[in-house]
């Protein structure tokens, strides 16, 4: 059930493949993921931490970085510090202009900026569609 929730999501996050944490768990010695979001998905009160599969061992240099700046990005977003977690993406998107996760985060911050989350906000991505 939850991985046809998480197969929708892709188009959302300009990813190919996303996997839950539960699956994750099973293969991170094996693949390189890194984690994209936490959502909780319709019916569900728990969030659960989702992935995009990027690679198997190893992946190319220029996706390596831009994955170190993505999750320093990813980190800031989390602590709600949006101006530094927009500069972590603008530099990723700087080498991977195309990556879907980091447009999406680089949106998120401005928004943000913007219009600041309230004081509860947990971070998690309500996903209002099965």
Same mark, same amino acid.
């Given at each position: 059930n939850l991985g !046809?929730? $998480?197969?929708? #999501?892709?188009k959302q996050?300009? =990813?190919? #493949? #996303? #996997? !839950?944490e539960f699956t994750h768990q099973a293969i991170s010695t094996t693949f390189i993921c890194r984690e994209v979001d936490w959502v909780?998905?319709? /019916?569900?009160a728990q969030p659960v931490k989702i992935f995009e599969l990027c690679g198997e061992n190893t992946v190319e240099k220029t996706l390596q970085t831009t994955l170190l700046h993505f999750e320093e990005g990813y980190?800031? &977003?989390h602590q709600r510090n949006f101006d530094k977690a927009l500069k972590s993406f603008e530099e990723a998107a700087r080498i991977s202009p195309e990556d879907g996760p =980091?447009? $999406?985060?680089i949106q998120r911050c401005h928004s943000f900026q913007e219009a600041p989350p309230p004081p509860q906000w947990d /971070?998690? &991505?309500?996903m209002k569609t099965k």
């Open positions: !046809s929730r $998480l197969e929708g #999501i892709n996050y300009g =990813t190919r #493949i #996303i #996997i !839950s909780r998905v319709k /019916g569900k980190k800031y &977003y =980091t447009r $999406l985060y /971070g998690v &991505y309500e």
